[in-house]
């Protein structure tokens, strides 16, 4: 009995020191995050990176975690909504929880939310002047797949194709060069923001091109004596059943002045269509003149339309800089798998006098993203690669100027709803390639992109890889390099070549 009444008396003092503990954990914590009384005010914005000043965000993305540049002793924000306020607080890093910033942009999604940023140096606090940021209600597709890879020239040593979940900071591999002894992979391409339905090429000793749909993996070989060269950048067709393809044969030649490095390039390629029911590579005249070069295809948001850019047949390498491509359609029919009888010039070079490369069709069928830089068509080495947005019943055009830098803006791609795309650009440091999202306003304007978030600010200073070819699926990738490797290790198989001209 005395051991009993001992013991009970033991457990009601813990609890009454758990609380008491409880408590003065919410005090300090409130402490911390308590608001100087006295401050001197700044008459601009702090100097954080990434910049989120005025950026639109999507409701369902990863905390905007930043840094202050100027490195104070100490630092206050405070989040201040429609429907509720956050603080938070670090000393030259702001990290945001993950479920606390999740709510906090549910409670005023579609609203916007003020920024105030207090920091502590040697001569006291300093309250910056505050800036906005925008949750739009519609969310982005939740995931985005990505080849990290160091930028290069001729060789290459690590590289894969990654998935990140965009609402926190998970990231894994689908496939790494590591489980394939050091073989290139590139322009992995997914019907309809499906991550069931995918593809991807295999450079090297295991060539070929891998195709993935409702769970079944193929290899091919796409190499035809009647195209001479490999299937290069792909585009499905919305029903699943096609790839466009570019054939393509691809070269570089090196700048031997400092502003530009190099230059990658087409001497030969046309256009052709993989009908994966049947294996046969469909070729047409239209989109395979020996007059011109055809590249880069992409289908109309309804599969009734092929979208693609050719240029007129120059000598190359000399008349590389001569080399400008048009903006180009014809018909096709999917249930014949056939063309049209003519193509249209949607965007002559001669009007632009530049190159368009990277057509894209809004998953609406309302818009068409492409990217228009000086010449040829490997916009990624080209300073001054911009995006632009054609609407595609008026026929106008126009720079999207508020996604645009004074550096690269090359690869992009839609999200499902028609309204978010992400793009490539490297407008940090002119080098690496990172990715940014944007919003499409109704107008046909871009808001102000933001960097892909990482958990620590410094990510993109001590990452050593460029991010390229992103593109937003729907659902996380199930396919994994371990479970493709059967069809990885397989001798790839032959497809039927098709002339229908």
Same mark, same amino acid.
């Given at each position: 009995?005395?051991?009993?009444?001992?013991?009970?008396?033991?457990? %009601?003092? +813990?609890?009454?020191?758990?609380?008491?503990?409880?408590? *003065?954990?919410?005090?300090?914590?409130?402490?911390?995050?308590?608001?100087?009384?006295?401050?001197?005010?700044?008459?601009?914005?702090?100097?954080?990176?990434?910049?989120?000043?005025?950026?639109? @965000?999507?409701?369902?993305?990863? =905390?905007?975690?930043?840094?202050?540049?100027?490195?104070?002793?100490?630092?206050?924000?405070?989040?201040?909504?429609?429907?509720?306020?956050?603080?938070?607080?670090?000393?030259?890093?702001?990290?945001?929880?993950?479920?606390?910033?999740?709510?906090?942009?549910?409670?005023?999604?579609?609203?916007? +939310?003020?920024?105030? %940023? !207090?920091?502590?140096?040697?001569?006291?606090?300093?309250?910056?002047? =505050?800036?906005?940021?925008?949750?739009?209600?519609?969310?982005?597709? =939740?995931?985005?797949?990505?080849?990290?890879?160091?930028?290069?020239?001729?060789?290459?040593?690590?590289?894969?194709?990654?998935?990140?979940? +965009?609402?926190?900071?998970?990231?894994?591999?689908?496939?790494?060069?590591?489980?394939?002894?050091?073989?290139?992979?590139?322009?992995?391409?997914?019907?309809?923001?499906?991550?069931?339905?995918?593809?991807?090429? $295999?450079?090297?000793? @295991?060539?070929?091109?891998?195709?993935?749909?409702?769970?079944?993996?193929?290899?091919?070989?796409?190499?035809?004596?009647?195209?001479? !060269?490999?299937?290069?950048?792909? !585009?499905?067709?919305?029903?699943?059943?096609?790839?466009?393809?570019?054939?393509?044969?691809?070269?570089?030649?090196?700048?031997?002045?400092?502003?530009?490095? #190099?230059?990658?390039?087409?001497?030969?390629?046309?256009?052709?269509?993989?009908?994966?029911?049947?294996?046969?590579?469909?070729?047409?005249?239209?989109?395979?003149?020996?007059?011109?070069?055809e590249t880069f295809p992409a289908f109309s948001a309804d599969g009734r339309e092929l979208y693609f850019c050719s240029a007129r047949k120059e000598n190359m390498p000399s008349g590389y800089d001569n080399v400008r491509y048009s903006l180009c359609k014809t018909d096709f029919d999917p249930d014949s798998g056939t063309f049209g009888r003519k193509t249209d010039t949607l965007i002559s070079e001669a009007s632009t006098g530049k190159s368009i490369s990277f057509p894209r069709a809004s998953p609406?069928?309302?818009?068409?993203?492409?990217?228009?830089?000086?010449?040829?068509?490997?916009?990624?080495?080209?300073?001054?690669?911009?995006?632009?947005?054609?609407?595609?019943?008026?026929?106008?055009?126009?720079?999207?100027? *508020?996604?645009?830098?004074?550096?690269?803006?090359?690869?992009?791609?839609?999200?499902?709803?028609?309204?978010?795309?992400?793009?490539?650009?490297?407008? @940090?440091?002119?080098?690496?390639?990172?990715?940014?999202?944007?919003? $499409?306003?109704?107008?046909?304007?871009?808001?102000?992109?933001?960097?892909?978030?990482?958990?620590?600010?410094?990510? !993109?200073?001590?990452?050593?890889?460029?991010?390229?070819?992103?593109?937003?699926?729907?659902?996380? %990738?199930?396919?994994?390099?371990?479970?493709?490797?059967?069809? #990885?290790?397989?001798?790839?198989?032959?497809?039927?070549?098709?002339?229908?001209?």
């Amino acid at each position: 009995m005395i051991t009993e009444f001992i013991l009970n008396r033991l457990a %009601v003092r +813990i609890n009454y020191l758990s609380i008491i503990l409880l408590a *003065a954990g919410f005090i300090f914590l409130a402490s911390c995050y308590r608001l100087p009384d006295r401050f001197s005010a700044a008459e601009e914005l702090p100097d954080i990176f990434p910049d989120i000043a005025g950026v639109s @965000i999507p409701v369902n993305i990863a =905390p905007l975690n930043f840094r202050l540049d100027s490195k104070p002793r100490k630092t206050l924000v405070t989040l201040e909504g429609r429907n509720s306020i956050m603080k938070t607080g670090g000393k030259n890093k702001i990290r945001f929880r993950v479920k606390k910033w999740h709510k906090f942009l549910e409670q005023n999604k579609g609203g916007e +939310i003020l920024f105030t %940023v !207090y920091t502590k140096n040697a001569t006291g606090w300093e309250r910056h002047l =505050p800036f906005s940021i925008f949750v739009k209600e519609l969310p982005a597709d =939740p995931y985005l797949v990505y080849r990290r890879i160091a930028p290069g020239y001729e060789s290459w040593s690590r590289m894969g194709i990654y998935q990140r979940n +965009i609402s926190n900071f998970d990231e894994d591999v689908v496939l790494d060069n590591r489980m394939l002894t050091g073989n290139c992979m590139n322009c992995h391409s997914f019907s309809n923001h499906n991550p069931e339905m995918m593809m991807l090429h $295999l450079r090297g000793k @295991i060539a070929g091109t891998l195709i993935a749909r409702d769970g079944d993996v193929i290899k091919i070989d796409t190499r035809t004596k009647e195209t001479k !060269y490999n299937c290069v950048y792909p !585009y499905w067709h919305p029903s699943g059943r096609y790839i466009a393809f570019s054939v393509n044969n691809i070269s570089q030649v090196f700048h031997s002045v400092k502003e530009k490095r #190099i230059e990658v390039m087409d001497s030969e390629s046309d256009l052709v269509v993989y009908d994966i029911n049947s294996n046969v590579l469909i070729r047409s005249r239209l989109v395979s003149s020996e007059d011109s070069f055809e590249t880069f295809p992409a289908f109309s948001a309804d599969g009734r339309e092929l979208y693609f850019c050719s240029a007129r047949k120059e000598n190359m390498p000399s008349g590389y800089d001569n080399v400008r491509y048009s903006l180009c359609k014809t018909d096709f029919d999917p249930d014949s798998g056939t063309f049209g009888r003519k193509t249209d010039t949607l965007i002559s070079e001669a009007s632009t006098g530049k190159s368009i490369s990277f057509p894209r069709a809004s998953p609406d069928g309302k818009y068409l993203m492409f990217t228009m830089s000086d010449y040829g068509n490997f916009s990624i080495w080209h300073k001054e690669a911009d995006l632009y947005l054609l609407d595609l019943s008026s026929g106008s055009y126009h720079p999207l100027d *508020a996604a645009n830098s004074g550096d690269t803006e090359s690869y992009h791609s839609w999200s499902s709803g028609s309204r978010w795309f992400v793009f490539s650009s490297r407008r @940090i440091d002119g080098l690496y390639t990172r990715l940014y999202l944007s919003f $499409l306003n109704e107008d046909g304007t871009a808001t102000k992109p933001f960097l892909l978030p990482q958990k620590d600010p410094d990510y !993109y200073d001590y990452s050593l890889y460029s991010f390229n070819v992103p593109e937003f699926v729907r659902g996380r %990738v199930r396919y994994k390099g371990r479970s493709m490797i059967n069809a #990885i290790g397989s001798e790839p198989k032959s497809v039927i070549f098709e002339a229908k001209d």
